[in-house]
């Protein structure tokens, strides 16, 4: 599976993005699709998870603000975010596994290239 994020961009706070990951190859449906963030300087982060089943967990810090969803038919998962604040300014990556469901990063088997979403005050 291959991984391409977009949508990335420079949006004031209080704005609002919208990241769409692609995936190549069979079986997407079947994937559990997580979104992480690494701000500079410091370690990568969960942000949320949609799972195969489409049920989703969110980290507390979004919760209310970004949405997630998938179009298995077009092999996409999207994370919308609102109400953006600069805190959330970080390199997005999408990941995604067969079997884990989890908020651990390096439990993911495949990794997109990452976008960037800067947040201005």
Known sequence: VQLQASGG???QAGGS????CTASGRSFSDY???WFRQAPGKEREFVVIIRWSAGTY???FVKGRFTISR??????????MNSLKPEDTAVYYCAADPRYQG??????D???Q???VTVSS
């Open 114 to 116: 990452g976008t960037l």
């Open 58 to 60: 969110y980290a507390d």
């Open 9 to 11: 961009g420079l949006v």
């Open 110 to 112: 495949y990794w997109g």
């Open 17 to 20: 993005l919208r990241l769409s």
């Open 71 to 80: 179009d298995n038919a077009k092999n996409t998962v999207y994370l919308q």
């Open 103 to 108: 908020t651990i990063d390096v439990e993911y």
């Open 32 to 34: 559990n699709m997580g």
